[in-house]
């Protein structure tokens, strides 16, 4: 039987208690490399996976738990293409741009997706879809290759991805 206090609780108690555990983690991933400023790209990786992206207020935390300047903090969050500053959307695209995908048609992908979603570097208004692009993601033998949501899809026509996207209904 449910106690009293339980039945108060309120409705989103899960999702603050799941906020609570990212700052945890965090905490864990900075003492676990004794907070040395020499782990800021995977303490930057580590609330990237947790957040989402990285907010200023994040920036700033870490740049204090690391003993670190915020400038440099920002410099290293804008520096390296993984770390995103604005959320990401519910889709992910990356287009390759490496010199066998460009060969073999990457702009037709990085076209369709902008012309249907977002131009590469932003997400598309409803927050659905987020396009980017990547100098070369290292699969040159299944040109043109994309990364869709962390996978690596190969071989990719304009026309199959605009199946793709019709799919996960994108207008």
């Known amino acids: 039987m449910?106690?009293?206090n339980a039945?108060?609780?309120p409705a989103d108690a899960p999702a603050r208690a799941a906020k609570d555990n990212r700052e945890k983690f965090l905490e864990r991933a900075m003492s676990r490399h004794n907070y040395s400023g020499d782990a800021l790209i995977e303490v930057l990786h580590t609330a990237q996976e947790l957040y989402g992206h990285l907010t200023p207020e994040l920036l700033r935390t870490i740049?204090?738990?690391l003993r670190l300047p915020p400038s440099h903090v920002l410099g290293v969050a804008t520096f390296y293409h993984f770390f995103s500053l604005e959320p990401k959307g519910e889709h992910s695209f990356i287009v390759c741009l490496g010199t066998a995908c460009y060969v073999k048609g990457a702009l037709g992908l990085l076209a369709t997706l902008e012309?249907?979603?977002a131009k590469a570097g932003s997400t598309s208004p409803d927050g659905r879809v987020s396009v980017d692009s990547a100098r070369c993601i290292g699969a040159c033998g299944l040109?043109?290759?994309?990364i869709r949501n962390g996978e690596i899809v190969g071989r990719l026509s304009a026309a199959q991805l605009d199946a793709?996207?019709?799919?996960?209904?994108?207008?």
């Open 164 to 171: 793709e996207l019709d799919g996960i209904g994108v207008p």
């Open 115 to 117: 012309r249907r979603c």
């Open 2 to 4: 449910p106690s009293e």
């Open 63 to 65: 740049a204090a738990k």
């Open 143 to 146: 040109a043109p290759a994309i």
């Open 7 to 9: 039945a108060r609780a």
